[in-house]
Each structure stands twice: as structure tokens, then as C-alpha cells.
């Protein structure tokens, strides 16, 4: 299978100059540049820039796909939202990363598949928002990130959980996507998942948000409303929110204190306990099913039996007229109505005079081996 190579960049809070686009346009003839994004795949050839020095520089948001199995998901945030400390005490291993550039924090996520071998396709809308989430203080995809790296075999047995954000037992569709994307195992995430909180949204109201506003100096409300009318500050609006919710306690986004931390390896056995009985439970259900079925066609098969019963004479007769035919079809017909007949000697007890009249059969026919071979092939 050849190769395939899969970029997407995205800019999210501010658009590319046109200085910029002609600078990305000098790496690539054919990738589509569009103020807010480069996308570019290949087949042949390579990638020419430097993905970290592009997010570092141009853009917000990063994916890379390639058919070998590699997934890399990258976001940047104003370190003002996601300080660096937090970042890697969650992200500090290969699969999981963080650094910080010019005031702004960025988090890498790696999946490695070494089957690999899969054609792919990609795009980063499914992952976007989770950037939007994290900025405002939902920290489960930092969580996830940890645990793709105990997964991985990055972590020691003995290291013990960060702290477990509340709602991962309830995650949104971005971070769902992340979770598909980077392969992290659901039974892993399912026992993390024991500890966490419910998450409790709570959208704000217009008048929480005027009563709260009130208490602003005046000169602060004039920088605020000055910021937004000529948009110098695109996450200026996220930054009030996640102020907000600090605040005034709107939303359930806080980390609560847990009573007892799980260390690395008692989650990867509790996540091995539990695939464990989901395969014994899948088997179970799997051979329940099977007992269904063929208690299905064992009775399909009785009332078939039932309804030619009182015709075995006529059933010989067409034996005898579909082998004559010399046709593969005809043959076929007649292996199956010897089945039957066969099947209704067994049920009345007539074993000898079916067999007794089969090897009449065969012997007359010896001039057709291949409607002997299926005689052979059906056990007859």
C-alpha cells in the first residue's frame, strides 16, 4: 500500500496575513490556504515545514494523520488560560506533551498504532472544540491525556493519578472524537471514570452576568467593552466567562478533592478486570444466541420434515429425474433431497432401507463422479 499523509492547520483566533499565507504558500504548490487554515495531504513527497514551528508562529489547532497508524492532535491556548504547571501534571509524557512559546501553551497528542496499514481520512472540525473546553477551565482532556499515556506504558505502576476532573463519565462529542482518535481504551476510561464527579452545567444567565458586571470599576468596564468592539483580543470573551464561573461559582468545573488516589497500575488492572468480563459477557451472549438460533432452525427444520413426511416416493422420483439432467444445478437439488430423506429415515427409524436404496443409487450413477463427489462432500 503507498503512502498517505494527512496535515490540517487551523487558526482560530485571529486570521493569517496576507505576508503569511505567501510565506506558507513558499512550502507547498498545492496545499489549500485559506486565512484561517493549510490543509495539504501526500501520497509522495513530504511535508516541508515544521509543524511545531508553525503552531508556535501561525496557528491554533494541528492534526496529522498517516496510513502507517500516527495521529498527532495539537493545540495552543494563551498560557493566561492553561498555565504550563497544570498542563504537565497531566501531559508530561511521549503521548501526551506541553510546552510553552511566546505566552502561549502547547499540548500535543500522539497515538501510535504499529498494525498501521489502515487508509485514512481526517479532519480537525470533530476535535475543535476541544480547545473551546479547556479554555474554559474543563481540564478532562488533560485527564485523557494522562491516561494515554499510562496506556502507552509511559508511567510507573506506582505513580499515582493527578487530580480527576469532574464529568468524564460524561464527556461531549469533542472529546469522544479525541478519545477515537488517540485509541484510548474505553474500559480504562470507564474506571477512571468511577472517581470523577457529574458534571453540572450550568449555562449563566444575562442578569447573573449584569449583576456580576455591576461591581466592575468603571474604567475596567470601558477597557473591556473598548477590547471587544474592536476585537484585539479574540479570547477576551472566554477569559470574562472562565471568570465568571471562577467567581461565582456557575457551572461544576472545579477539581474536588478525591479521599483516595489510585496509582497507575491499579487502573490498568481494574481496565484489564473489566474487558476481561466484558469478553466473558460477550461470549455468554454470543453463545446464547447460537443456542437461539439453532433451536430456531431445529425447529424450522421438524415442521419442514413434518410438511413432506407423506411424500418420500415422490421425493425418490425426483432424485432420480434431477440426476438424470446431468446439470451441476440438478445435482445440487438432488444431494439436498436425499438430505431430507435421509433426515426422515433417521426420525421413523428407517436407516437400513435409506441406505439400501442410497448405494442402489450410487452404483448406478457410477459414470457421474461429480454427483458422486457430492454425495461424498454431503456425507451421504
Not at 443409487?361 to 459414470?367: E, G, I, K, S, V
Request: charged share 35%.
Amino acid at each position: 500500500m503507498s503512502e498517505y499523509q494527512y496535515y490540517e492547520f487551523q487558526a482560530i483566533d485571529r486570521p493569517l496575513t496576507e505576508k503569511e499565507m505567501g510565506e506558507l504558500r513558499s512550502y507547498s504548490t498545492r496545499a489549500r490556504i485559506t486565512p484561517t487554515s493549510f490543509v495539504n495531504d501526500y501520497s509522495w513527497g513530504r511535508f516541508k515545514g515544521d509543524e511545531d514551528a508553525w503552531m508556535e508562529k501561525y496557528f491554533d489547532a494541528f492534526l496529522y494523520l498517516a496510513n502507517w497508524g500516527t495521529h498527532v492532535f495539537k493545540f495552543r491556548l494563551p498560557s493566561r488560560l492553561l498555565d504550563l504547571k497544570t498542563a504537565r501534571l497531566y501531559c508530561s509524557g511521549e503521548g501526551a506533551f506541553a510546552h510553552e512559546k511566546n505566552g502561549k501553551v502547547i499540548l500535543t497528542f500522539v497515538s501510535e498504532d504499529e498494525g498501521g496499514g489502515e487508509w485514512v481520512e481526517g479532519s480537525l472540525s470533530s476535535l475543535i472544540s476541544v480547545r473551546a473546553e479547556i479554555a474554559r477551565g474543563d481540564l478532562r482532556c488533560l485527564y485523557l491525556g494522562w491516561l494515554l499515556c499510562a496506556q502507552n506504558g509511559e508511567l510507573d505502576e506506582e505513580e499515582v493519578e493527578p487530580p480527576i476532573p469532574p464529568g468524564l463519565g460524561q464527556l461531549t462529542a469533542s472529546l469522544e472524537s479525541l478519545v477515537e482518535f488517540l485509541r484510548i481504551d474505553s474500559n480504562l476510561i470507564h474506571m477512571a471514570a468511577r472517581a470523577s464527579q457529574p458534571l453540572q452545567e450550568v449555562q449563566p444567565k444575562q442578569t447573573e452576568i449584569r449583576e456580576w458586571v455591576k461591581d466592575f470599576p468603571s474604567a475596567e468596564k470601558d477597557d473591556v467593552l473598548a477590547s471587544l468592539i474592536v476585537g484585539e483580543d479574540p479570547s477576551l470573551t472566554t477569559d470574562l466567562l472562565r471568570r465568571f464561573i471562577k467567581e461565582c461559582g456557575s457551572g461544576d468545573r472545579e477539581i474536588a478533592e478525591q479521599n483516595e488516589k489510585r496509582t497507575v497500575g491499579e487502573l490498568l488492572r481494574a481496565a484489564e478486570e473489566r474487558a476481561e468480563e466484558n469478553r466473558r459477557n460477550a461470549a455468554k451472549k454470543a453463545a446464547e444466541e447460537k443456542t437461539r438460533r439453532e433451536r430456531e432452525a431445529a425447529e424450522h427444520r421438524e415442521k419442514y420434515l413434518n410438511e413432506i413426511a407423506k411424500r418420500e416416493l415422490d421425493l425418490w422420483n425426483q432424485v432420480e429425474t434431477l440426476i438424470s439432467t446431468k446439470q451441476p444445478k440438478s445435482y445440487d437439488r438432488a444431494v439436498r433431497l436425499l438430505i431430507d430423506l435421509r433426515d426422515l429415515a433417521t426420525r421413523k427409524g428407517k436407516m437400513v432401507e435409506f441406505k439400501a436404496r442410497l448405494d442402489a443409487l450410487r452404483a448406478a450413477q457410477t459414470r457421474k463422479p461429480s454427483f458422486i463427489e457430492r454425495l461424498r462432500r454431503a456425507g451421504l
